[in-house]
C-alpha cells in the first residue's frame, strides 16, 4: 500500500526460468502493476482487469509503474530494456502482457494460477 491508501502494488517476475537464475540465457519480465487497495481478509489475489502502463508512473489503480520496476533482462545478451507503453491483463486464465520495449513490441503470456505473497508489512520495516 503506498501514499495515502490509493493503490495496492503487485510485483510481478515473469520469465522462461522457474530459478530466476540470471546468468542462464533465459529471458526476464519485471512489472510493477498497481490495483485498488483489496480487502486481504478474504486472501491475497492480483484483481482481475487491464493494466496500462503508464509513463508518469502516478501509482493509480490498473497502472504499471515504468522505471526500475518495470524492465526487460535478456539473459543471452544481458542487454535491460525499459518498458515504455503496453498493457498487462490479469484474469481467470492467468496474465497476458503486450509491453513495448527497445522499439519492439513483447507478447508475454502465463497461464494458470498466479502465486501471491505478501511482503507488505516486512518490506518496509
Do not use: C, W
Not at 54 to 66: H, K, M
Not at 79 to 87: D, K, W
Amino acid at each position: 500500500v503506498l501514499g495515502e491508501d490509493v493503490a495496492d502494488s503487485y510485483l510481478l517476475f515473469l520469465s522462461d526460468d522457474t530459478e530466476y537464475n540470471l546468468s542462464s540465457n533465459k529471458i526476464y519480465y519485471r512489472l510493477d502493476l498497481f490495483s485498488e487497495i483489496v480487502d486481504k481478509s478474504n486472501g491475497f489475489a492480483i484483481p482481475y482487469g487491464t493494466y496500462i502502463v503508464d509513463e508518469e508512473s502516478s501509482r493509480q489503480p490498473f497502472t504499471v509503474a515504468v522505471g526500475q520496476y518495470s524492465d526487460f533482462l535478456s539473459g543471452p545478451t544481458k542487454e535491460i530494456g525499459a518498458v515504455t507503453a503496453g498493457r498487462v491483463v490479469v484474469d481467470e486464465n492467468g496474465i497476458t502482457a503486450e509491453l513495448h520495449i527497445m522499439g519492439g513490441v513483447h507478447t508475454v503470456t502465463y497461464k494458470g494460477y498466479i502465486p501471491v505473497s505478501d511482503f507488505s508489512d516486512s518490506y518496509f520495516e
